[in-house]
């Protein structure tokens, strides 16, 4: 209304005009809106004036570090290469441990990490570990680990005579299990296949420590290189963790025997066994039945020889309940589903 009144004004002569105006007069002109605010005045490149540029990334050497702190024989060793926060990233890293090599594996945040084994009577490890980063650059470093001695039981133990003198045939099949557990335990695939924590495969006493000192019949010295848990026969036994079935076949020490690929080289064994539920190249998951507990093999009596394998050799099954492992097992990414179908 007020506008048709204003134009009117203009275009009108002036008599009308007059009247146009007192008519608009009457009419109360609208309380003028209030003044937008001043938009606020942003300075962002000023600002970040203030702060100079990052420094390039540089080839900084890796961190290194080791868990347990203190090794023993007949464990483990975990070796973590962390990437310095203020260098380039990690391309690739690679291991040697006394001429072995450790696969190791990246973790999400550019770290890598690898388990060294320390056999019975190592006194140290000595590792070489080379990078290379994103710009190329190639660094080592030797990692001189010392390994603890360990004191370890005596027993002597009877079997039938066959198990200390084996005739000519059972020697020849005896090398020939020996040289297949051998080869299957020497391949390693590059990432690991288990999931979380480890667990007992088998409720029950240890019976027969790791690393014990043993005479058979008087006349054969061994050394125990598992752990023996006390069971029934038929008592079902477990799958410490998830991995691939290698080995399930009757072998003339170790019985009916079951060994899971976990990954990264580590592999666990289940001896003496009364049964095998599973086969050969089978996936299985963690605490699926592999088996059940029996007296096959060179034995005193039914229980579960529990083994752990680790670049060949023969540990302590007990390490893979370590606090340390636990945690790295807890913090492993899920495996993708793909990988378990793949074979
Ligand atoms: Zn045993």
């Keep these: 209304m007020i506008r048709r009144c204003r134009r009117a004004a203009f ?87 006394d001429d072995r090599p450790i696969p190791l594996y990246r973790m999400p945040g550019g770290s890598f990490f690898g388990l060294v084994a320390a056999p019975l009577n190592a006194e140290k490890l000595s590792v070489d570990l080379s990078f290379r980063l994103f710009d190329g650059t190639l660094l080592s470093r030797t990692l001189s680990l010392h390994v603890s001695p360990r004191r370890f039981t005596v027993t002597q133990l009877r079997v039938a005579t066959r198990f200390t003198q084996p005739d000519p045939t059972s020697l020849e099949r005896i090398q020939l299990e020996q040289a297949l557990v051998r080869a299957t335990l020497r391949k390693m695939s590059t990432t690991p296949l288990w999931h979380g924590a480890f667990l007992r495969p088998l409720e029950g006493a240890v019976t027969s420590p790791y690393g014990q000192r043993r005479m058979f019949n008087d006349e054969l010295r061994s050394r125990h290189t598992g752990l023996d848990i006390g069971g029934d026969t038929g008592d079902l036994v477990r799958a410490s963790n998830a991995g691939r079935i290698v080995i399930s076949r009757d072998l003339y020490f170790n019985g009916n025997a079951v060994f899971i690929d976990h990954g990264l080289g ?45 670049q060949g050799a023969s540990l302590d099954p007990s390490a893979l309940l370590e606090p340390d492992f636990t945690r790295l097992s807890l913090d492993l990414p899920p495996q993708p589903a793909t990988l378990l179908l793949k074979d």
């Design 11 to 97: 275009n009108a002569p002036l008599a009308l005009a007059a009247i146009a105006a007192a008519a608009c007069a009457g009419i109360p002109e609208p309380p003028a809106a209030p003044p937008e605010p001043e938009p606020p005045q942003l300075e962002p490149l000023r600002f970040f004036e203030r702060w100079p540029d990052p420094p390039a990334p540089q080839p900084l050497a890796p961190h290194l570090r080791w868990e347990p702190s203190s090794l023993s024989e007949g464990t483990f060793a975990i070796i973590t290469v962390l990437p310095d926060g203020r260098g380039l990233p990690i391309f690739e890293a690679a291991a040697r441990a």
């Design 266 to 310: 580590l592999f666990t064994g289940y001896f003496h066994l009364s049964a095998r539920e599973v086969a050969e190249g089978q996936w299985v998951e963690k605490g699926q039945i592999v088996g059940r507990v029996g007296a096959t093999g060179r034995v005193t009596g039914p229980h579960l020889h529990w083994g752990l394998y680790l």
